[in-house]
């Protein structure tokens, strides 16, 4: 992936002794993933934990298998050396997907987690299915929904959706059906 918003938060760093930058979004290696698979899944199942857990998140080995070939943005925001926030992006055809968030359930981590993902997603090329509390929250950041059904379709291409009348849909996720709305900018080509 070669996502590089503003040049200052896709950098990738090797760990050293010291540990990683403070307060500053950085972008995991695939080594430093299997690393830190426990402390991603923390993340992810704190944040997730108020709707019953993330659908693709049930273990540390889910972190590199069964997201695939996910990106993990992470940033450490106070003194402890641990990540306090996680952004997870898929590459897709429609541009970057996001699809899932982590945080240690302060405030500030919960902060980060949210406005990573609205910045995104008021850049070209970036997308991401909600619902519930998420999507109040972006939208009043100021991202853009999208109701466009032939936008909707051509970003979730392969997958079986229904359209509902006021631009939401409905699919199956984990086996499972869900009201999502698409919010973004996915390229529509």
Known sequence: MSFNLHGWFKKQYLREESGFDKNVWITLTKDEQEEFAEEIFDLISTAYAPIGGHS??????????????SDYMVIDLDDDPEFDAL???????????????????????????????????????????????LKDILQSKGVP???????????????????????????????????KTMMGNPLTK
């Open 56 to 69: 693709n998140y049930k273990s540390p080995d889910d972190v590199t298998g069964a997201e695939g070939e």
């Open 87 to 133: 952004k997870i992006t898929q590459d897709k055809e429609a541009g970057n997907k996001s699809v899932g968030m982590g945080h240690d359930g302060s405030g500030p981590a919960k902060s980060a987690a949210v406005n990573i993902t609205a910045i995104m997603l008021k850049e070209p090329g970036h997308y991401v299915e909600v619902s519930g509390k």
């Open 145 to 179: 929904v999208v109701t466009d059904e032939e936008t909707i379709r051509k970003a979730l291409k392969g997958k079986q959706i229904e359209m509902n009348s006021d631009g939401t849909y409905s699919r199956y996720i984990g086996g499972s059906k869900h009201t």
